[in-house]
Structure formats: C-alpha cells, structure tokens
C-alpha cells in the first residue's frame, strides 16, 4: 500500500509561537486517518501544511513521494513557483468548517468550475461527473440553486462534490461540520463515512468521537504543537493508555 503522506520534522511557528514541533508522522494510502486534540493543539495547521495553504519552518511533506511546495536541490529547499504548487494542491482536495460556495455560481456552476479551468477537461465529462456526485450527496434535484437557498449541511455536502470532482488523491476534512447546526451535522458525516472506503486518503480533523471511531482506520491525538498518541483506532481511543488522551476523551463523550 505504501505512504500516501509523509511528515518528517514538520515544524511551523506563528509569530515566534511554534504550533507544530517536530512532526513525524505516515499517512498509509487508502487510509483514513482523524485528527483529534484540544483547540490550539496544532491539528487544522497540520491540515493547511499538507497542501501549503501553511509554508513550513521546517522539514519536509511528501504526498506520494512528492515533496509538496518545495523542490531540493543540494541539501536546500526552494519553494516551487505558484503555478506549480497550485497544479499540486489541484490533487489534494479541501473541504473546510466555512463551505466557501460562490455564491454568485449555482451549486452546479460551483462544481464543474474548477475542472473546466483548472484541468481543462471537456464540458460534457464534466457536467456528466458533477451530476453523479450531486447524485452522491444526495443533491441530484438541486443543481440549479443558489448557495443560500441551501442549508449549511447541503452547502457542506456541495463543497463536498467540487472537493471530489478535482479526483483527488488525498482528501482533507477541517472539522467539516464544525459550523452546522446539530441537526444537519449527520448528514454531513454520513456522506463522508460513504467516501470513508472508497480507497481515497483521507485526513480528517473533528470533534466527533463517535464518527472517529466508526470510520478511522488510525487516529492521531495532539496537544501543544505535538503529537501525543497516534495509532489504529481501536488502541488509541478504546485502550487509551495515555493519560492525556483519557482525560481528553473523558471531556468531549
């Protein structure tokens, strides 16, 4: 299977605040790994370095072997030029807590927008492509709406779709439902819980015990810019031996 995503001393600061410390991490390919840990523990960082919306101060990401944002010549790393590091995040899809819709565009509009420019791909692939994945989050009769005429969980659910109709290799959750009222937090996570085993790497930050528990393959738990306890699922939240995690988990079940 091999690693999908490798961190080796990922170090990043914030105004002389060093938010992620020494990171050492391996994301297998496939997989489904959920970020959990207090708020400014590090985890959304983590998130934004992976596709360099966040520039490192130190070590390296590699997605598929790839160093991401930066290209090594010697022993030094020079960022890549803007047009190579966006065609690189066009491989790395992104849903965030806000779901950043148009609102100028129809959901339709908001799907097909990026593999039309981006990618260049022909219209009628395209459209055919975005109506699966409207059919996929359950959103086949609304491709002609405006943004807000949805609620939060279908916007999430669009943001979803456009995330996906990049074919990403990896895919990145930042607490996706973080901004929904409780009742619509549910039909978010069960579309994410469909796309769980489709075989796409998936990194997930969330607050969501029992949806990390259903869905993660591994879990890494951080604290303080650092990471306390990752591993498979089951070990670290069911047979949590660090005291930390216990209390963390003690406070949000």
Same mark, same amino acid.
């Given at each position: 299977?091999?690693?999908?995503?490798?961190?080796? $001393?990922? &170090?990043?600061?914030?105004?002389?605040?060093?938010?992620?410390?020494?990171?050492?991490?391996?994301?297998?390919?496939? *997989? !489904?790994?959920?970020?959990?840990? #207090?708020?400014?523990?590090? =985890?959304? &960082?983590?998130?934004?370095?992976?596709?360099?919306?966040? $520039?490192?101060?130190?070590?390296?990401?590699?997605? @598929?072997?790839?160093?991401? @944002? +930066?290209?090594?010549?010697?022993?030094?790393? +020079?960022?890549?030029? *803007?047009?190579?590091?966006?065609?690189?995040?066009?491989?790395?899809?992104?849903?965030?807590?806000?779901?950043?819709?148009?609102?100028?565009?129809?959901?339709?509009?908001?799907?097909? %927008?990026?593999?039309?420019? !981006? =990618?260049?791909?022909?219209?009628?692939?395209?459209? *055919? =492509?975005?109506? &699966?994945?409207?059919?996929?989050?359950?959103?086949?009769?609304?491709? %002609?709406?405006?943004?807000?005429?949805?609620?939060?969980?279908?916007?999430?659910?669009?943001?979803?779709?456009?995330?996906?109709?990049?074919?990403?290799?990896?895919?990145?959750?930042?607490? #996706?439902? *973080?901004?929904?009222? #409780?009742?619509?937090? @549910?039909?978010?996570?069960?579309?994410? $819980?469909?796309?769980?085993?489709?075989?796409? &790497?998936?990194?997930?930050?969330?607050?969501?015990?029992?949806?990390?528990?259903?869905?993660?393959?591994?879990?890494?738990?951080?604290? @303080?810019?650092?990471? !306390?306890?990752?591993?498979?699922?089951?070990?670290?939240?069911?047979?949590?031996?660090?005291?930390?995690?216990?209390?963390?988990?003690?406070?949000?079940?």
């Amino acid at each position: 299977m091999g690693e999908a995503i490798q961190f080796r $001393k990922v &170090t990043k600061r914030f105004a002389g605040n060093t938010v992620l410390d020494d990171i050492n991490l391996d994301i297998p390919a496939g *997989s !489904v790994t959920v970020i959990l840990g #207090p708020s400014g523990s590090g =985890k959304s &960082t983590l998130l934004r370095c992976i596709n360099h919306l966040e $520039k490192l101060d130190g070590g390296t990401i590699r997605i @598929g072997g790839e160093l991401v @944002g +930066y290209q090594q010549k010697g022993n030094a790393l +020079y960022e890549l030029s *803007s047009r190579k590091i966006a065609e690189q995040r066009s491989r790395t899809g992104m849903v965030f807590q806000q779901f950043n819709l148009f609102p100028h565009r129809t959901v339709l509009q908001n799907i097909i %927008d990026a593999p039309l420019r !981006v =990618k260049g791909q022909q219209r009628q692939q395209v459209l *055919s =492509k975005a109506r &699966t994945l409207l059919r996929q989050v359950g959103l086949a009769n609304r491709e %002609d709406d405006w943004p807000q005429q949805l609620s939060g969980g279908q916007q999430q659910r669009v943001a979803i779709a456009r995330a996906l109709a990049m074919d990403p290799e990896v895919m990145l959750f930042d607490e #996706p439902t *973080s901004a929904l009222d #409780p009742e619509l937090v @549910g039909e978010v996570l069960q579309v994410i $819980k469909k796309l769980a085993h489709s075989g796409i &790497t998936m990194v997930i930050v969330t607050h969501e015990i029992g949806f990390a528990r259903e869905v993660a393959d591994n879990i890494v738990f951080m604290e @303080g810019g650092k990471i !306390v306890s990752s591993g498979p699922s089951k070990t670290v939240l069911d047979n949590a031996e660090n005291v930390r995690v216990r209390e963390f988990l003690s406070t949000v079940l």
